[in-house]
């Protein structure tokens, strides 16, 4: 069955920065747009990023426009996400979204999730 799993997650001083990873089994992302969400307790899961499947357009939320960088290695089936310049409101669980085939960056068209990694922005 598919699974999506994230990794890289952790402890990051305020202002660090952190690399977080997703992968699949079962399952391929070409021609995939991929996603990125976080949520803490009590609040909705916030949409942040998305990159088209071919990597020539990326979104971002204003959040962490700036700051993140989304980015794949399709030889490798990965999905990346790079956090810069950490704040204390980063403190978060991260989830990565797998869309379906063939659609542009949506936030509300999940297809698959991954379980999520917590991230922890100390100050």
């Known amino acids: 069955q598919v699974q999506v799993v994230e990794s890289g997650g952790g402890v990051v001083q305020e202002g660090g920065s952190l690399r977080l990873s997703c992968t699949a089994s079962?399952?391929?992302?070409?021609?995939?747009?991929m996603a990125w969400f976080r949520q803490v307790p009590g609040a909705e899961r916030e949409w942040i990023s998305c990159?088209?499947?071919?990597?020539?357009?990326?979104d971002y939320a204003d959040s962490v426009k700036g700051r993140f960088t989304v980015s794949r290695d399709m030889e490798k089936n990965t999905l990346f996400l790079q956090m810069n310049t950490r704040k204390p409101n980063d403190t978060a669980m991260y989830y990565c979204?797998?869309?379906?085939?063939?659609?542009?960056?949506?936030?509300?068209?999940?297809?698959?999730w991954g379980r999520g990694t917590q991230v922890t922005v100390s100050s």
């Open positions: 979204a797998v869309q379906p085939k063939y659609t542009p960056c949506q936030r509300l068209n999940i297809e698959y």
């Open positions: 079962e399952l391929s992302f070409t021609w995939r747009a």
């Open positions: 990159i088209k499947w071919n990597d020539s357009i990326k």
